[in-house]
């Protein structure tokens, strides 16, 4: 079973760059795609990045494309979510998730099976 831990979440100043790192253990020969999500408060998670375990292609929310990076080290098991530039409206709490399966959109919930516990990002103007 593949476990997630997502660390690096902070407060920030508008301007400011946080790193996202998510740690992946278990068995992941079947992870076909990895995700991060953020949830705004009383709201539904949404996607913001994804990448290929092969590391073949990586998509981004429109929201985030040229502030934001996905990237992950497979010797260190590791996911990673580079920030910078951030604004107010990118406080949330953040989510990586693994999907074992294709077939649906890398942006909804459905497509993932694994989610680790959150890191919260606060970004103040």
């Known amino acids: 079973q593949v476990q997630l831990v997502e660390s690096g979440g902070g407060s920030v100043q508008a301007g400011g760059s946080l790193r996202l790192s998510c740690a992946v253990s278990?068995?992941?020969?079947?992870?076909?795609?990895m995700g991060w999500f953020r949830q705004y408060s009383g709201k539904e998670r949404e996607g913001v990045a994804a990448?290929?375990?092969?590391?073949?292609?990586?998509l981004y929310a429109d929201s985030v494309k040229g502030r934001f990076t996905i990237s992950q080290d497979n010797a260190k098991k590791t996911l990673y979510l580079q920030m910078n530039s951030l604004k107010p409206e990118d406080t949330a709490m953040y989510y990586c998730?693994?999907?074992?399966?294709?077939?649906?959109?890398?942006?909804?919930?459905?497509?993932?099976?694994?989610w680790g516990q959150g890191t919260q990002v606060t970004v103040s103007s």
């Open positions: 990448i290929f375990t092969d590391g073949s292609r990586v």
């Open positions: 998730a693994a999907a074992s399966r294709w077939g649906i959109v890398w942006s909804s919930v459905r497509a993932y099976n694994i």
């Open positions: 278990g068995y992941t020969d079947r992870t076909k795609f």
